[in-house]
């Protein structure tokens, strides 16, 4: 069984919702209240085998019962008893490869079937089979919503453990029917055992029984024989969930949570090589990192069996084990709920900071040198106001030219979106296409690099300390060689204490602009420029932090403002 979309109206905080589900592997992403668990929550509600769902008021959108919830899940791949005529093959539509549903298939489309869950002011449930051509439907069982195989396992996992109706277990024995035949027997030996027993072990239960025989006897109830204690086939649901799995003799439920959400999704798994649908909310809840990547590696692996399956979570180390092809973000804005596909544009940054998809803004830095740059200025203005994290900002490497794209692709997402980026070399997209989209453009003036500008603005003991900086890192002959021939001069002529260069007749713009360049293009071993590493960009930005007074009304500082107030606002 496979969810080709979903509609929901009016079910808690989601007014409307319409969601074609590309692919079989969908994890959904978001900030908190952005309705991912209720999604969750409809396509449970609509397949799971469940006849008495307890609805109140304020499942409904806004609390407004005046108009009914109705959640509609589209399903393909169908059992081939459910397609017959007999069933709902007559109430069947088509699912086209282009995503799109025909009320009456054609001879390419998958058969499908729209199951509706309906709830109006009376809180009463109804599930039917709908179709356009066919206003009246019919109503789907609960037994015939159980062949569909849906399974939701977040933090209510001990049911899935016994040979309950619904449970994955029960699914996972070969025949339900002949189980819960062999359930009722194990009950009937259970209650012949107890009748066994010692008759001094049930005394204290057996002067209880007399006791209600006799009270009740003055009141006029006659008992068939006497009074005495047994066990109640029912009461004690043997058949419906009374027995459960063991690990020896201790209960599996007795387990801890991890072990049961891995033995959970395992037996789920297995299940789904004939059909089926896993919901899994918070995938990493209870796992620690080395089994939350083992049990996602696993799950993806198909072993030639293709299986449906839908989670959410809010952990990096979930996404950095995740294909972009196999994340949702999903967004609500007055109750209207979108589920936007992630970009393959922005794979590079799942890899390296899968954080920032878990933010609410995302400074896009074009380079190691931004990303440096950024990290200090966040831990000095973090002393005296508002951190990255408390503002909901994280930093990603948007990779040098790619650097405009990625920015564009999180504004598609719905992010707030700013991008650092020299602007020696032009945007693609530019810089008007990107601000349409709503990303903050930070650049600096002249066409300058980030060292460039550094160079230019610092107070000329502040170059000297950039010029330092690089030769405790590379060697001051390399740093000399690489400045000297920016300045078309011998290495000589550039000897000695960086103070004293500019008091040998050499002008003084040119030697700034002469640092700035080799900064930006002396190639160092495999890689260019002096401060393309995160930890020598952030010793580059202490320098500048330390002549900041001096720098305020400059390029440079003003631009460390206007990052600084984007960064915190509604921070």
Known sequence: MRIRCLEIERFRGIKKLAWNIGGDFV???????????????????????????????????DAQTTDPIRIVVTVGDLPEELKSDAKYGYLARGWSAAGELHDEPS???????????????????????????????KIISVKDREKLGCARLGDFLDRHFSWGRGSILARFSDELESSS?????????????????????LKPLSKTAERAHLVGAEFGVAARSCYRPHLDMQAISVGI?????????????????????????????????????????????????????????????????????????????????????????????????????VDSALQSIILKASEAFLARKVLICEGRTELGFCRRLDQWWTENGPSFGLSGVALADGGGTDTPCVALAFAGLGYEVALLADSDQPLKPNRTALEAAGVAVFQWNDGAAIEERIAL???????????????????EQAVQDAVSDKMSVSSAE????????????????????????????????????????????????????????????????????????WAHRNG
Not at 109 to 135: C, H, K, Q
Not at 181 to 197: E, I, M, S
């Open 27 to 61: 994890c959904l992403i978001g900030p908190g209240d952005s309705t991912k668990t209720t999604i969750l929550d409809a396509i449970e509600f609509v397949l799971s085998p469940r006849w008495n769902i307890p609805f109140d008021d304020t499942d409904f959108y």
């Open 107 to 137: 001879a390419d489309d998958e058969v499908v079937i729209s199951i509706e869950l309906r709830v109006d002011s009376s809180l009463e449930p109804s599930w039917m089979v709908v179709n356009n051509r066919n206003a009246d439907g």
């Open 181 to 201: 035949a062999f359930l009722a027997g194990v009950g009937r030996a259970a209650k012949a055992a107890l009748a066994d027993l010692d008759q001094e072990t």
């Open 241 to 341: 969930g009374g027995m459960c799995l063991h690990d020896g003799e201790i209960p599996l439920r007795r387990a801890g949570l991890g072990t049961r959400r891995l033995l959970a999704i395992a037996m789920q798994r297995e299940v789904a090589k004939t059909n089926g649908l896993t919901l899994i909310d918070e995938v990493e809840h209870g796992l620690e990192p080395h089994r939350i990547r083992h049990l996602l590696r696993v799950m993806r692996d198909t072993d030639g069996v293709k299986r449906h399956v839908l989670m959410t979570t809010h952990a990096p180390v979930v996404l950095g084990e995740l294909k972009a092809s196999e994340l949702c973000v999903v967004r609500s804005t007055e109750g209207i709920t979108s589920v936007l596909p």
């Open 457 to 475: 603005d610092l107070p000329w003991q502040g170059v000297v300390d950039v010029v330092l900086l690089a030769m405790d890192h590379w060697g």
């Open 494 to 565: 550039l000897a000695g204490n960086p103070a004293e260069w500019h008091c040998r007749g050499f002008d003084e713009s040119k030697l700034r602009c002469a640092v700035g360049k080799a900064a930006k293009t002396h190639k160092v071993g495999n890689r260019k420029g002096w401060f393309k590493r995160v930890d020598i960009a952030e010793e580059l930005t202490d320098i500048v932090i330390r002549n900041y007074n001096a720098i305020r009304e400059k390029d440079l500082g003003v631009k460390i403002e206007a990052l600084r107030l």
